[in-house]
């Protein structure tokens, strides 16, 4: 019986954990984004060491592409869907473009980047925690949850199914 109980308190400790984390990310996002902060997660190494594959960074939008200066991590549209994250290597006020670089890349890039492609500066990076946000798009999140609860819920019925076992054989 013991044993029951102690299943059980962890049981309830772990799934309590798990929601408790889940709200506070939710409410840090939530927080971040409406205080002009866009999440996005890292997807490739022109960065590194600075800003790791998988790292989740929060992109401050209250920045005005003219308060950028030189050695800033800014993220710009690079088309529709691509959005990038690179260090200013230069600013052209009189063209209203930046020269970008990946701190991994020995050349700047080739493009310039127009004051409208800009997205705004990059914060710190969280490593690892970007492949939790990219992996957690809007279709795949409805599917996370539901497993997430669903193995909750059984995680919980483990100590009442040990419990019935335990009080059948005592019968």
Not at 3 to 20: D, G, Q
Not at 73 to 92: E, F, G, M, P, W
């Amino acid at each position: 019986m013991k044993l029951i109980n102690l299943i059980f308190k962890l049981c309830r400790n772990i799934t309590l954990a798990v929601f408790l984390c889940a709200i506070v990310a939710g409410i840090g996002i939530i927080a971040a984004k409406s205080a002009g902060f866009k999440p996005l997660g890292v997807l490739g190494s022109s960065m590194q060491p600075a800003y790791k594959a998988g790292s989740l960074i929060f992109v401050n939008t209250n920045v005005r592409p003219e308060e950028v200066k030189v050695g800033d991590v800014i993220t710009y549209h690079a088309d529709s869907k691509l959005q990038i994250t690179h260090r200013v290597a230069s600013v052209n006020i009189e063209s209203r473009t930046f020269t970008t670089k990946g701190d991994a890349n020995d050349e700047p890039d080739n493009s310039p980047i127009t004051y409208s492609m800009y997205i705004g500066v990059a914060g710190v990076p969280i490593p690892l925690l970007g492949y939790l946000l990219m992996s957690l798009t809007a279709r795949k999140m409805v599917a996370t949850v539901l497993i997430l609860t669903g193995f909750l819920a059984a995680f919980n019925l483990l100590p009442v199914i040990l419990l019935s076992n335990d009080l059948e054989k005592k019968s």
